[in-house]
T-cell receptor
Framework: EAQVTQNPRYLITVTGKKLTVTCSQN?????MSWYRQDPGLGLRQIYYSMNVEVTDKGDVPEGYKVSRKEKRNFPLILESPSPNQTSLYFC??????????FGEGSRLTVL | KQEVTQIPAALSVPEGENLVLNCSFT??????LQWFRQDPGKGLTSLLL?????REQTSGRLNASLDKSSGRSTLYIAASQPGDSATYLCAVKATNYGQNFVFGPGTRLSVLP
């Protein structure tokens, strides 16, 4: 089944404790992206990647890191999480035809 | 910079009504436009994708149209059902490399039994 898989789906952590949210797609898509969704602010892009080893900042990249060493994986790294990074995070991927596919989301709470 | 708006922000209709959701974008140089459905706390499910060369797409009770010159898209839902209750978002993909998907804020739809 074609899908975008995120893990963990739910996470509660404390300020400053490094964490990684994994994202994997099995559709051989070139493009992958991370978004965060907050009430009243909609979907905001954090980082995106046009292909392996090619990443770029989105609208809200501060406090996040990404890497794209393999085509299927695009992990989101929070080196030192803060409470303002409490949010619902989505990973998405797309082929060059441009249809965007989303993962189920990861709800992160930073205490 | 591309901006996407959606009107109305929220809509409540009785079951069985036909309804239209609107999406507007400021830059007509788009590659495609996509409509999504999102249930509370869940991921986004793709409903319809319209390429820039197309005028409309249909899937079941859903019909999406695209007018690039006026910067508008509409999502038409026929014979609405309570199961259609969700937030509907539109997103445009820019043509330029390095620019990508821009999302609207969504329309929250409630279909009352």
């Amino acid at each position: 089944e074609a899908q975008v898989t995120q893990n963990p789906r739910y996470l509660i952590t404390v300020t400053g404790k490094k964490l990684t949210v994994t994202c994997s797609q099995n559709m051989n898509h070139e493009y992958m992206s991370w978004y965060r969704q907050d009430p009243g602010l909609g979907l905001r892009q954090i980082y995106y990647s046009m292909n392996v080893e090619v990443t770029d900042k989105g609208d809200v990249p501060e406090g996040y890191k990404v890497s794209r060493k393999e085509k299927r994986n695009f992990p989101l790294i929070l080196e030192s999480p803060s409470p303002n990074q409490t949010s619902l995070y989505f990973c998405a991927s797309s082929p060059w035809t441009g249809e965007l596919f989303f993962g189920e989301g990861s709800r992160l709470t930073v205490l | 910079k591309q901006e996407v708006t959606q009107i109305p922000a929220a809509l409540s209709v009785p079951e069985g009504e036909n309804l239209v959701l609107n999406c507007s974008f400021t830059d007509s140089a788009i590659y495609n436009l996509q409509w999504f459905r999102q249930d509370p706390g869940k991921g986004l499910t793709s409903l319809l994708l319209i390429q820039s060369s197309q005028r409309e797409q249909t899937s079941g009770r859903l019909n999406a149209s695209l007018d690039k010159s006026s910067g508008r898209s509409t999502l038409y839902i026929a014979a609405s059902q309570p199961g259609d209750s969700a937030t509907y978002l539109c997103a445009v993909k820019a043509t330029n490399y390095g620019q990508n998907f821009v999302f609207g804020p969504g329309t929250r739809l409630s279909v009352l039994p």
